[in-house]
């Protein structure tokens, strides 16, 4: 099964699909309140295909769980302006030091 699919039963109101979506936005809110705790940033973008093309499950709740789970004065999250493109760029400016 690929997220693609999980996201479109979602979007379909399948509760079993509903429920992995927010066990994951779940995960990915508690990893992201531990940078919030380590880093204090005051942006986090989130990107690649999945998060663009899946905004109102991936970014758009993020925002709550964050504020619950961290210590600092929790960042705005939003959706990277690089779009899709975000990790690819990231691997290209990491692999060649950019």
């Not at 979602?10 to 990915?28: I, P, Q, S």
């Not at 973008?45 to 093309?53: I, N």
């Not at 400016?93 to 950019?98: K, Q």
Request: with cysteine; aromatic share 8%.
């Amino acid at each position: 099964v690929e997220a693609r699919e999980v996201f479109e039963y979602a979007k379909n109101g399948d509760n079993f699909a509903l429920c992995v979506v927010r066990e994951a936005t779940r995960l990915n809110a508690i990893a992201i309140a531990n940078l919030v705790n380590l880093y204090d940033p005051s942006l986090i973008t989130v990107g690649g295909g999945v998060a663009v093309k899946n905004q109102e499950f991936v970014v758009s709740p993020l925002q709550p769980y964050v504020e619950r789970l961290s210590f600092n004065s929790p960042p705005k999250i939003v959706p990277s302006p690089l779009g899709e493109d975000a990790p690819l760029l990231g691997s290209i400016i990491s692999t060649f030091g950019l």
